[in-house]
């Protein structure tokens, strides 16, 4: 079963900060926050992910509570191709990723 | 990143036929490989686990004789729906992962409809 729980649905102005919230408050000491995204009809993408330290690349930025048991994945500046479904997922690095039903993000003009 | 192919991308077939989905890895070996399905409007959900030259690890509820996975070399795995019934119509999604297991990559997905 997953293991977190996210928002089913969030908007965001095009240009704006993207801020999606996730919280795995029975996450273990040993299971990274994994962010992926999924664009109608396609497979998944993977975006990032961290251990506990805040963690930032091309895409986005994942912001990591110091207990542990929330996290947010920020895009900086969405854009309209950012729409899509976004998955938090906790998972011990050599583990099974499961899916939950994740955040549908509509990036409005 | 690192570059999953699957194929083919969609597939019609007639109730009864067996449907074989390709999934490689491209400029990675992958020693461990996802599959999973999803239906309309739901998330995806964990099939089977495939790792190269032994025999795929099945999740509860899913039959490992009507969906076969084989794992042949550390770039291909295949999943064959074998008697395809109209309730297999899904999206069938596999995934890789590379070095140390720390990433998982995805195929494009298969949407195989059954008539």
């Known amino acids: 079963d997953a293991k977190t729980t996210q928002p089913p649905s969030m908007d965001c102005a095009e240009g704006r900060a993207a801020n999606l919230p996730c919280n795995h408050s029975?996450?273990?000491?040993?299971?990274?926050v994994y962010w992926y995204r999924q664009i109608h009809s396609q497979g998944p993408q993977y975006i990032i992910h961290?251990?506990?330290n805040n963690e930032t690349n091309e895409m986005a930025s994942l912001i990591i509570t110091e207990d542990r048991k929330s996290s947010t994945l920020i895009l900086p500046h969405a854009t309209l191709r950012d729409t899509a479904v976004y998955y938090c997922?906790?998972?011990?690095?050599?583990?099974?990723?499961?899916f939950g039903q994740g955040t549908e993000l509509s990036v409005k003009p | 990143g690192a570059v999953v192919s699957q194929h083919p991308s969609r597939v019609i077939c007639k109730s009864g036929t067996s449907v074989k989905i390709e999934c490689r890895s491209l400029?990675?070996?992958?020693?461990?490989m996802f599959w999973y399905r999803q239906f309309p409007k739901q998330s995806l959900m964990l099939m089977a686990t495939?790792?190269?030259?032994?025999?795929?690890?099945?999740e509860q509820g899913v039959e490992k004789d009507k969906f076969l996975i084989n794992h042949a070399s550390l770039t291909l795995s295949t999943l064959t729906v074998t008697s395809a019934h109209p309730e297999d119509s899904s999206f069938y999604i596999c995934?890789?992962?590379?070095?140390?297991?720390?990433?998982?990559?995805f195929g494009s997905g298969t949407q195989l409809s059954v008539l």
């Open positions: 995934s890789a992962t590379i070095g140390t297991n720390e990433k998982l990559f």
């Open positions: 029975t996450i273990s000491g040993n299971e990274y």
């Open positions: 961290g251990l506990k």
């Open positions: 997922i906790v998972r011990p690095l050599t583990g099974k990723l499961i």
């Open positions: 400029d990675f070996q992958a020693t461990t």
């Open positions: 495939s790792n190269e030259g032994s025999k795929a690890t099945y």
